[in-house]
């Protein structure tokens, strides 16, 4: 009973130290702390303390993450949504709070920052550093395709008012 106490509080030690440098998922918790070499029982009654002390919350991690990512990286909503379920999110959960974005107004988001570098490009460069960049980010051909048009429809003028 003494070595099993001693054994939970240093799970709990190191399980508080993991979740000291950034917010964790109950998935990335399991697996650190079985990584560590903690039994399941021991790992189960850990993850249950931490969520009863809301240490542990995978929606408002979810929430969380993707808000950071949208102002940091924008991503497409399946970019956001493989992440998510890479960290084990719900995917009802996962649904649920990317219904609230549209992928147009992310890739908007995700170039502003890029068109003042990429003006002076000639017409083809840019077509192609715009194109890659966001399929990289993991937008569909149609989004990259109309997010492309829109900036070159319009003037230099209008690029300028993207920047702001």
């Not at 003494?2 to 509080?9: A, D, F, L, P, S």
């Not at 702390?33 to 993850?47: A, H, P, Q, R, W």
Request: hydrophobic share 35%.
């Amino acid at each position: 009973m003494v070595n099993e106490n001693k054994t939970i509080t240093q799970a709990l030690n190191k399980a508080l130290n993991y979740l000291s440098y950034q917010a964790r998922t109950i998935q990335e918790m399991q697996k650190y702390l079985k990584n560590k070499g903690f039994s399941e029982d021991i790992v189960k009654e850990i993850i249950e303390i931490l969520m009863n002390k809301n240490y542990l919350n995978d929606k408002e991690f979810a929430k969380l993450f993707v808000e950071t990512k949208i102002k940091t990286k924008p991503k497409s909503k399946f970019a956001l949504e493989y992440e998510l379920r890479q960290k084990g999110i719900n995917p009802s959960d996962i649904e649920d709070l990317l219904t609230a974005y549209d992928d147009e107004s992310l890739a908007l988001k995700a170039v502003k920052p890029k068109i003042k570098i990429w003006q002076t490009l000639d017409a083809d460069k840019f077509k192609k550093k715009m194109m890659n960049f966001l399929r990289y980010r993991g937008f569909s051909y149609d989004i990259c395709l109309t997010t492309l048009n829109l900036f070159l429809k319009s003037n230099l003028s209008q690029k300028e008012d993207y920047e702001n």
